[in-house]
Structure formats: C-alpha cells, structure tokens
C-alpha cells in the first residue's frame, strides 16, 4: 500500500498550497466574477457550494488526479459490486443495496442480495401500515400510539435524526421516543410518557448483544409484563425487533415474525435504510420512506458515474482531505440551519469519527498523515449564540459546513428569511472578515472556509441525497487514507473492561489486584457511598 504522501500529485499539491496561501479568500472571490459557478454543484434537489473554501479549479484537479493515482474509482467499484472490501471482518459493504432499485442486481458470495432488501421492507411496510391504520393493536385492543426505539449508536443516531427531520410528514396519532442511554433516566423518562397498552417497543441491534440496548429492552420489557400482571403473551403485541441475529431476538421472546431482519454487510452507522429505519417508516410511512431510499439511490447513482470533477462526494471528500493535510485544520462544524436536523452533528460524529477515527492502513503500516477529522455542531442561529465567537476569532480555524433549505417546511416566511438571512451572513463573514486596525477585538481575519449545502426543501428525497453524500464523501477519504472505513475496533476494549469492572462495583466480586490505583480508587469510593 502506498502512503499518500508518496503519490506523484501530492508534491504538486503541496506547492500549489504553498502558492495559494499567499492569496486570500476574498482576493480569490475579487479576482474572479464566476467564482460561485464554477465551484459549485447543483443536482436535483440541492445545491453545494463549496466556493468559499480555499481552493481553486486547479486545486480540484491536483487532488482529483491524487483520488485516480490513489485508484478511488476502482475502490468505489468494489464496494458498490459487493466485494469484501471490509477486510478486517470480512465483509461486504453494501449500505446501497437498502436502497437499490427492486430489478438491481448486487451480489455477495454469488447471490443477489436486492430481492431480500426489498422483502424485508416489503414487510415493513405492510407491518407499518397495519400500525398505522389501526389493524395492529395492543394486547387490549388499542390503537398503538407511541413507538419506543431501543437502540444505540447506528441504532438510534440515524433514526432518530430522520424521524425528527421529517416530523412534518408525521402520523398524527403516532410520536416517538429514542431511548439510547444506559442511565436510567433514558428510559425512565420515556416510559413516563407512554402507555403500556398502546405502545410498541422496537429493539434496534445489529448485533442484539449491545450491553446497554439489551439492559434497556430487557428493563422495558419487565415494566410491559409487570402491567400486565405477568402476562408474557402481551410481550408479543408490543415488542418487535430490528436486527441481523435471529437466534438471539428468539431468545429474548420476540417471535419471528416481528423480526425484522437485515444482513452483515450493512454497518451500523450506515443502518438507517434498514429495518432499523422501521420507526421512521411507522412515524412517516412507507412511501416517505421510499422516497428517502430514493433519494439516497439518486446520490449512489451520481456517485457511481459522474467524473470525478463533477462528483459531489468525491469533491467533498477531496476538499476535506485538502483542510485536513495541507492546512492541518483539526475539526470540521456542521451547523444545519434546521432546528429538526438537530440530530445531523451527532449522527454525522459516528458516521465521519467513526469510520475514519484511524491510524493505521490496510496493510497495518501507521498512515503517514492526518486522518478524519473531530466533527462538532449544533442548529444555527443557536450555535451563533455559543461558540461562533471561536469560529470567527479564534487563533484557530475551522471548516463549516452550513446545511439550509431554501424553502420552509412550515412556518412564516418572515422566520424563513431570518433563518436563511443568518445563515449566508455567517459564511459571508467567515470568508471575508473585516477589517479593523483601531479597534483590534473589532477585527475579522476572515479567511475561513465553508461549505454550503441548500436543500430546495427539507423532505425525505433531499435527506436521502444528504446522508448518502456524506457516507460517500466519509468512503472517498477512507480509500485516500487507506483506512478501513467499516471497522470499529476502537471502541472494543472499553467495552470489555466495562464488563469486568461492573462485578467489582457492584461488590459481586472482589476488586481485582491488576487495577490502577485511580480505577481502583474511584471503585473504593463509589463502594464506600453504598
Ligand atoms: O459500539 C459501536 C457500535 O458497534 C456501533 O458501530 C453501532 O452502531 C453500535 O455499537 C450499536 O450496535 P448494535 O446495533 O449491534 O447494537
């Protein structure tokens, strides 16, 4: 495997750098009317405009010929056809088959995987509408009328932040709760607010062995039976399950019949076209659903056959490779100007930190640059209020990426123009800053990068063109980095220390003699409080 580093374009790139810092943005902006046409992307749907970073069309041809000499398109081939391009668990990678079209054909060990997909939501979505129109009841016979997700990580992220970016088109009966946390509040709060009788509890794991999911269900669970007196056959009617472990889903009494199954080759974070999407299915139905499916599918689609030059994710990716290793910028912000995509930073934290959160390569060889990026955000205009004041004047610099929709999904269009009114001034001042010798805490260096995505609205087709762009932008800088995008060994060790501190804190074990004296402590203290 070849370091980046190593490739012919990069010293070409890190000349160009050299050359182009010298130029700032607004300069770049002054120097050339067409600037905005010439950086920027439109499909159906939506916009990008990625004109005020610092780059120009030559800087998008050097790193472009850096994604050919890394082999992006034949990397990109691969995951799409289904080779097992996941090598440390050896598996497929095919988050794009969930939203194939039904006469697609993608196969894995030699068979097609699409007419399964298309069963499973086939199943969703009869079981959707059944819930929906009333026709599936509770063990009393009432009308279900909250959807508890137990899930967390992937399980919870994406579906949570779906169903609350499309809570216009929401039945009007249903409301849903995500419950994530292993501290108890999670759970308790969201119980507080349902009835048992007419609520359906969905146990979202890929693995169904997660240690907080399984504590979470199996505590839901106890509080359903515990109101029907011990009736375990209530159990049925109110628990169904998304996941990829048939036997375990058996064993914690959920019939298979209300399992809803996907396969091994969807990671966790790329779930929500799954059966793990099913509570935005129920909240939105199934033909909002299929409309996110499409909208992903148009972003595969355009993903798989526009050039390089002209291809949303591969430029995203290019150019968040480009802040990253040229101008060393640690982070990246994203701010949807959308209170209901409230959730985008944290599912965009797993999806991006996750997946790219790495330090070696393939071949085991330590990567020789920076990887992916510590992403952060909040809705604006109430991150204007936090920690903007850092984003303008900060020694430090950060990428923005601003997410807005031209037009409201409701409300007043006063509050609509406010809203986009804010968020154009904010890129606007980032990139162009203001000067101010006199009064120096007055001064604006500007020069800071962003890059803007306008949706034409927020509804299920455009966020599924969103959340398919920025798998294939986070794919894109896991081929150049030669990472594994699709493994999460990080996060194993603590869980497995987790399970054998939790015998110890609870005093069923004695304290282990391999502690460090500060683990040791902190159990010593939390045992002398009890
Ligand atoms: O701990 C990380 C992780 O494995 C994520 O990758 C995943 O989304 C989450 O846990 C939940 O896993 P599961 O769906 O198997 O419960």
Redesign the pocket.
Known sequence: MTDINQLSPWPLLQAHHRKLTTTALRDLFAQDAARFEKLSLRLPGMLADFSKNHITEETLGLLVSLARAAGLEKRRDAMLSGAKINATENRAVLHTALRAAADADIRVDGENVVPAVHETLKRMADFSEAVRGGAWKGHTGKDITDIVNI?????SLGPQLACEALSAFHHPRLRAHYVANVEASDLAAALARVNPETTLFIV???????AE?MQNANIARAWLVAHYKGDEAAVARHFVAASTNAQAVAAFGIAPENMFPFQDWV???Y?VWSS?GLSVMLMIGAEKFGEMLAGGRDMDAHFKSAPLEKNLPVLLGLIGLWHRNFYNYPALAVIPYHASLRRLPAFLQ?LDM?SNGKRVMQDGKTVAVATGPIIFGEPGTDAQHSFFQWLHQSPDVVPVDFIVSAKPTDGSPAQQNMLLANCLAQSAALMAGQANTAEPHRHFTGNRPSTTFMLDALTPYTLGLLLAMYEHKVFVQGVLWCVNSFD?WG?ELG?VLAKGLEPEIAGTAPASAERDSSTAGLIAHIRNQS
């Open positions: 899930g967390i990580g992937g399980s979202a794991s890929k693995t169904f062995t997660t999911t990671g966790g974070r779930s793990i797993q996750e999460q996060v869980k």
